[in-house]
C-alpha cells in the first residue's frame, strides 16, 4: 500500500458498497470488503462480480490483483476507517427496513477502536444516523454520514467524478476523524460539503424527491402531448430551454423505478408525516408515477383490443438500461398489469431476465427479442437498452401476429418503425394517422 491510502474496511458489497469498496481501492487505498450473503460471497471468492455494472468487473479485477482489494465474511483487521454501506429496503410497513444497518453495527459493536471513524453510506432516512451511534456503542464524535450519489450503470464513473461529496457530522465532531474522512475524497475534484448529519440525510432523500418529482412532471406532460396531438420531444425541448429547469431528467417513459427514487419519496412522505407535515408534492409525484404505467397498460390494451388472450412481448425489463436490477421496475409493474387483465406475457432482456422471472413467474422468459417477439399482438419496449434500436425490425414484423409496437422509452425512430409497416405508438405522441399527420384521439378516451 502506497503512503497516501488509507486501511478501509467497507461492510455490504451490494451497488453501494461494492462499487465503494472498488472505487477506493482504484483510488489507491487498501480495501477489505465485507459481504455476509452467500451467493454474493461465492461469486467474488471465486472472482466474478454479481452485479452488471459498466466496468466494474475489469476495476474489480485490477483492484484483487494489485493486492488493493480483498473479500471476507466477517469484519477483521485493524482498519483506519469503516464504511458501512448495506441495504435499507423499504419494509411491508412502508418503512426503511434498517435492519441490516444495525446487523451489521452490532457486529462491528466492541471491534472499533476508539479513534476509528464510523461512515455511514447506506441511505438513511431523516433522523436515522444517530441511530448509528446506539447500535454500534461509539462516540457521536466519531460517526459520520457520507451519502452516495450514484446512478446505477454508470455508478463506478459516478464515484471516480462526483458531482458532489457530502459529510455529515454531529456536534462535537472530533477534528482529526473528520479529517481522515475528508481525505478520503482529496483526490476526488468535486465541490465537497460538511454538515449536520440531519441535513446530510436530507440531501440524499431530497434529491432522489426531486428527481422523481421531475420524472413525474414530464410524464404528465409527455399524457397531455399525447391527448392534444402534440410531440413530448419538442415540448420537453422548449420547456428545459428555460435555464431555470434544464433538460436532465425530462425524458418521458412508462414511469420510475430502481432501488432509490420510489423508496426515497415513501421515506420523505413518512418522515414528514411522523412531525405532522403532510408532503403533498412528494405523495403526489409517486401517485403520479403508478397513473402514469395504469396509463401506459390502458393504451397497450386500447390499442390491441382487448387483452385477453392476446400475446404482449415486453423487451427490456430492468427499472433502466446499464443494470440487472428489477426492484419497483416499471416494465415488471406493467407486465403484472397486463397478466391480470388476461394477456400472456413473453420477457426480455440483456440482462434482467432471471431477476423479472422471480419477480413475475407467470411471465415467459424468451433467450433473445426473436423468439420473444414470435406470434405476439404486441410488442412494447419497456427498457431503453441501446441494442433494441439495432435489431432486424423488419424480420421482427414478419414474427409477429400483428405489428403493434408500444415504446415506453421513445427508443425506436418512428418515421423508420412506419416505413417498416408498423403501427407505432410512443409515450408521448399521438399516433400517426395514414396520411402522415398526428390527430389526438377522440375525447371519449379522456374520460
Request: aromatic share 6%; glycine share 12%; proline share 6%.
Amino acid at each position: 500500500m502506497g503512503d497516501s491510502g488509507s486501511r478501509l474496511l467497507v461492510v455490504g458489497a451490494g451497488y453501494v458498497g461494492l462499487v465503494t469498496a472498488v472505487g477506493f481501492a482504484t483510488a489507491g487505498h487498501d480495501v477489505t470488503v465485507v459481504e455476509k450473503r452467500a451467493d454474493r460471497l461465492e461469486a467474488l471468492l471465486a472472482g466474478r462480480v454479481p452485479i452488471f455494472e459498466a466496468g466494474l468487473q475489469d476495476a474489480y479485477d485490477a483492484a484483487v490483483a494489485a493486492d488493493r482489494l480483498r473479500v471476507a465474511d466477517t469484519p477483521g483487521g485493524d482498519p483506519e476507517i469503516v464504511m458501512v454501506c448495506v441495504g435499507t429496503p423499504i419494509g411491508m410497513d412502508g418503512q426503511s427496513d434498517l435492519s441490516q444497518v444495525r446487523g451489521a453495527l452490532n457486529e462491528l459493536r466492541g471491534q472499533l477502536g476508539p479513534e476509528v471513524p464510523l461512515v455511514i453510506r447506506s441511505t438513511m432516512p431523516p433522523g436515522s444516523t444517530r441511530l448509528a451511534v446506539t447500535w454500534a456503542g461509539v462516540p457521536e464524535s466519531h460517526v459520520f454520514a457520507n451519502p452516495e450519489f450514484l446512478r446505477q450503470g454508470t455508478a463506478l464513473e459516478d464515484f471516480q467524478k462526483p458531482s458532489r461529496i457530502v459529510i455529515g457530522r454531529f456536534p462535537g465532531a472530533d477534528p482529526d476523524a473528520l479529517s481522515r474522512v475528508v481525505a478520503l475524497y482529496r483526490t476526488f475534484n468535486s465541490p465537497l460539503h460538511v454538515m449536520d448529519t440531519a441535513s446530510a440525510e436530507l440531501v440524499k432523500n431530497g434529491s432522489n424527491a426531486f428527481l422523481a418529482l421531475k420524472l413525474s412532471f414530464t410524464n404528465e406532460i409527455a399524457a397531455m402531448a399525447e391527448e392534444f396531438g402534440a410531440n413530448a420531444d419538442d415540448v420537453l425541448a422548449g420547456i428545459a430551454g428555460d435555464p431555470r429547469i434544464g433538460g436532465a431528467y425530462m425524458r418521458p417513459g412508462l414511469g420510475f423505478g430502481g432501488s432509490c427514487l420510489p423508496k426515497e419519496l415513501r421515506a420523505m412522505a413518512l418522515a414528514g408525516a411522523g412531525r405532522g407535515l403532510p408532503m403533498l408534492v412528494t405523495t403526489a409525484a409517486s401517485e403520479a408515477n403508478h397513473a402514469q404505467m395504469l396509463r401506459f397498460t390502458n393504451r397497450v390494451e386500447a390499442a390491441i383490443g382487448g387483452l385477453e388472450g392476446r400475446t404482449v412481448a415486453v423487451l427490456g425489463l430492468a427499472f433502466k438500461a446499464g443494470t440487472d436490477d428489477t426492484r419497483d421496475s416499471p416494465p415488471v409493474r406493467v407486465i403484472r398489469l397486463l397478466l391480470e387483465r388476461g394477456a400472456r406475457v413473453v420477457g426480455m432482456d440483456p440482462q434482467a431476465g432471471a431477476g423479472a422471472l422471480r419477480d413475475v413467474p407467470a411471465m415467459r422468459l424468451a433467450d433473445d427479442p426473436m423468439d420473444a417477439v414470435t406470434g405476439a399482438d404486441c410488442c412494447i419496449i419497456g427498457t431503453e437498452w441501446p441494442e433494441f434500436r439495432s435489431l432486424d425490425w423488419g424480420a421482427i414484423r414478419d414474427r409477429m401476429r400483428s405489428p403493434l409496437v408500444v415504446d415506453g422509452r421513445r427508443l425506436l425512430d418512428e418515421r423508420v418503425m412506419l416505413d417498416l409497416g408498423f403501427r407505432y405508438l410512443a409515450v408521448g405522441s399521438p399516433e400517426r394517422t395514414a396520411d402522415g399527420s398526428r390527430q389526438p384521439p377522440p375525447m371519449a378516451s379522456r374520460a
